[in-house]
């Protein structure tokens, strides 16, 4: 947006952003941090702290250090919190809601607000009406985080947050698919729905001058069950049984936190049960610069997702990096298939459908190499962060004709 002449900013919300780009924003407060929402649901006297007090809590030092804890909020806890952020002006995080919004009459007035997730929507309706400006929430995946919810929690959470979701000006989707299957959920009419697919910043992808030494498969996600790496393990020792690519490599990177590490060990071990341990590569929490250079040395890119992906932006970085692809027929992978060319679908049903279909690409390597390049033109033409920013900008002026 800042390329193509606008002023933008971003608000960190929650924890301080993570990033494996540069930060575009500079050293901006972060809003509704994780310690303060926690001790404001938890204790009624932290809902009337000063601000300096609130500014320690919110301190990036002491957010990085409490998030290295991922099994410190149970499934009670998670479900009150998120019920106190939907409760938002009228529920014990009001202050912070009235945080953010005396944040923006301290500063200039933007034209629009876009909540990075629809689930800040109870406080997108604050700020639209405080400050009378449009507000639009994208659709990120929600649907994953709402079903985990505990069923005591779930139903209020989803009447609260639809509730604030329709006062917004509009949602945008990063798929058809997720755009038709929440506003579905939020029992919204499908034209409040905008579809604008998530793109990649390009910097640094290019094809390979030379095909990898030998042939491998990659996966590149979160390093747990829902993204189905143990899925991809037993088709690549699936593979190996049959005997038709010896030299198969598997190589693995991605997230994983201390709850993931059992998880991974497991898929080790049957690697290792196999005698397959010198042919595969584990990566976890590498930096840009690794990703990089993980995807430029891959033969076939999968990620055997259990669920219905709203998008899956890891799919677009191999295709960038002239990877084809080997995905589930769910959710959105069939429309980025669809509008790449970039590799193959597979019905996830069917036990050896996934080794099969890897197998069928690596048998036709001068049609996968093509697949790769058709995948890499189209990224770069259509999901660059660049070409999206600009349908994002007229995507806005069309729907609201004052902004200039």
Same mark, same amino acid.
């Given at each position: 947006l800042r390329e193509i002449g606008h002023d933008a900013f971003m608000l960190p919300m929650y924890l301080p952003r993570f990033l494996d780009e540069d930060p575009v924003s500079g050293d901006m407060p972060i809003f509704f941090g994780g310690i303060n929402v926690y001790l404001q649901y938890k204790f009624s006297l932290f809902r009337k702290t000063p601000a300096w007090m609130d500014r320690f809590f919110d301190s990036k030092w002491l957010l990085r250090?409490?998030?290295?804890?991922s099994d410190m909020t149970e499934g009670k806890d998670l479900g009150e919190i998120t019920l106190a952020t939907f409760q938002g002006e009228n529920g014990p995080l009001a202050k912070e809601v009235r945080k953010v919004v005396d944040w923006f009459?301290?500063?200039e007035r933007p034209d629009a607000v876009f909540l990075s997730t629809i689930l800040l929507a109870a406080l997108g309706r604050v700020v639209k009406r405080e400050l009378n400006l449009p507000v639009y929430g994208f659709l990120q995946g929600e649907d994953s985080?709402?079903?985990t919810l505990l069923d005591e929690y779930r139903t209020e959470a989803m009447e609260l947050l639809s509730a604030d979701v329709a006062r917004l000006d509009g949602c945008i989707a990063p798929s058809r698919y997720f755009g038709s299957a929440m506003a579905k959920r939020f029992d919204l009419p499908?034209?409040?729905?905008?579809?604008? +697919?998530?793109?990649?910043t390009l910097d640094g992808y290019s094809l390979p001058d030379t095909p990898p030494a030998k042939p491998s498969i990659g996966f590149l996600a979160r390093l747990c069950p829902l993204k189905g790496l143990d899925l991809l393990v037993d088709a690549y020792l699936e593979i190996m049984k049959r005997g038709n690519h010896s030299e198969l490599e598997l190589?693995?990177?991605g997230g994983m936190t201390d709850d993931d590490a059992p998880y991974v060990e497991e898929q080790k071990e049957k690697i290792r049960a196999a005698g397959l341990d010198g042919q595969t590569t584990f990566l976890p929490n590498v930096d840009r610069d690794g990703k990089l250079a993980f995807l430029r040395d891959l033969t076939l890119f999968s990620v055997p997702s259990r669920y219905p992906e709203a998008f899956g932006l890891y799919v677009v970085e191999a295709l960038a990096a002239g990877? +084809?692809?080997?995905? +589930?027929?769910a959710g959105a992978f069939p429309e980025i298939i669809e509008a790449t060319d970039g590799g193959l679908l597979y019905q996830s049903e069917k036990t050896s459908a996934l080794p099969d279909a890897l197998e069928n690409l690596l048998s036709r390597p001068e049609e996968a190499h093509a697949m790769g390049l058709r995948g890499h033109e189209t990224v770069t033409e259509r999901f660059s962060n660049k070409t999206l920013a600009v349908e994002l900008v007229d995507l806005v002026k069309s729907l609201h004709p004052t902004i200039s």
């Open positions: 250090k409490v998030s290295a804890r009459r301290e500063h985080f709402l079903d499908e034209e409040n729905v905008r579809f604008l +697919p998530n793109g990649i190589r693995i990177a990877v +084809p692809v080997v995905l +589930p027929h």
